[in-house]
């Protein structure tokens, strides 16, 4: 089982080591500029890492809570920075899971401070985009390319603060040669053909996002309210009641499956084709759900 750790405050920078197994998974996925992704890790104040039983890096994500200005007032932000895994556990849900503890926390900041936060990344890559869709709340631009105009201004003043300079007429999530420097990976641009292939995503195409040339989507996202399942077990704890330990095990234990599923499949495809060996963690993970589906 993976353990993910959470680095605050940029307390990881000084770290070497870990460093270097940044820039070494990081180029799994991408062919990157070092210095940009240095840039990165020095910039931004908070590491998620999921790491194997041997405590080697299998996989991160970098974040940043800092503030916008949106006519005229400051407004509390996420910043989502660059993330990924290690090539041989591509498809197994580790960064997703670095990505929902990074909601989790954001919304108990939320709690914290009564204020709702504004999300916001960039990708050039269509799954990350669905990814969004399916981890976040108000994803946009949506589908089909539009926006609401709340969303709009603050794609502009995104664009304004990273130094885009748009056209009036221009689309406010199209970001043109925005990160020439970091491009996919070989192996990653394969495998997203692959998926395509069996999941076509056309909004990145519609609208002429060229890698290549460091074109870029922006997300405007917000911070999910909390699922169903933690409020009633938030209104548990208030009244004092505990659930039994077999039944809390269940829950959990189906909770995390579900989670999984959708990586497992894609993992499932991967391995029937050749594209990935399995691994010790992949088979375990599937006989968990195995055994999971066999209990009342």
Not at 52 to 79: A, C, H, K, T
Not at 81 to 87: E, F, I, L, Q
Request: net charge negative.
């Amino acid at each position: 089982m993976s353990q993910i750790e959470v680095l605050r405050d940029g307390s990881f920078r000084n770290d070497a080591h870990l460093r270097r197994q940044i820039h070494d998974v990081a180029s799994g996925s991408f062919t990157h500029d070092d210095a940009r992704l240095d840039g990165e890790i020095d910039r931004l104040g908070t590491l998620y890492l999921s790491q194997d039983r041997r405590g080697d890096l299998q996989g991160f994500f970098l974040v940043n809570y800092e503030s916008l200005e949106i006519d005229g007032r400051e407004l509390p932000v996420l910043y989502l920075g660059v993330c990924a895994p290690r090539p041989d556990v591509k498809g197994t849900g580790k960064v997703v899971r670095l990505i929902q503890q990074s909601i989790r926390d954001a919304q108990q900041w939320e709690d914290a401070n009564g204020r709702k936060l504004i999300v916001w990344a960039t990708t050039m890559n269509p799954f990350v985009y669905l990814c969004a869709r399916k981890l976040f709340a108000d994803t946009q631009p949506y589908p089909d390319g539009t926006f609401t105009a709340e969303k709009q201004r603050i794609a502009q003043a995104v664009a304004s603060r990273i130094g885009a300079d748009l056209p009036a007429e221009a689309h406010p999530f199209i970001l043109p040669r925005h990160a020439p420097s970091i491009r996919l990976a070989d192996d990653e641009i394969r495998r997203i053909a692959t998926a395509c292939a069996r999941r076509p995503i056309s909004l990145l195409d519609r609208f002429g996002v060229d890698e290549v040339q460091g074109d870029r989507l922006l997300l405007v996202m917000e911070i999910p309210a909390r699922p169903r399942e933690a409020e009633l077990e938030s209104k548990s704890k208030a009244r004092s009641l505990t659930m039994p330990d077999p039944a809390h095990r269940r829950l959990a234990e189906a909770a995390e499956s579900a989670e999984r599923i959708d990586a497992l499949k894609d993992s499932l495809e991967d391995m029937k084709s050749g594209r990935v060996a399995p691994t010790e963690e992949m088979l375990a993970d599937m006989q968990r759900i195995l055994e999971a589906k066999k209990r009342p």
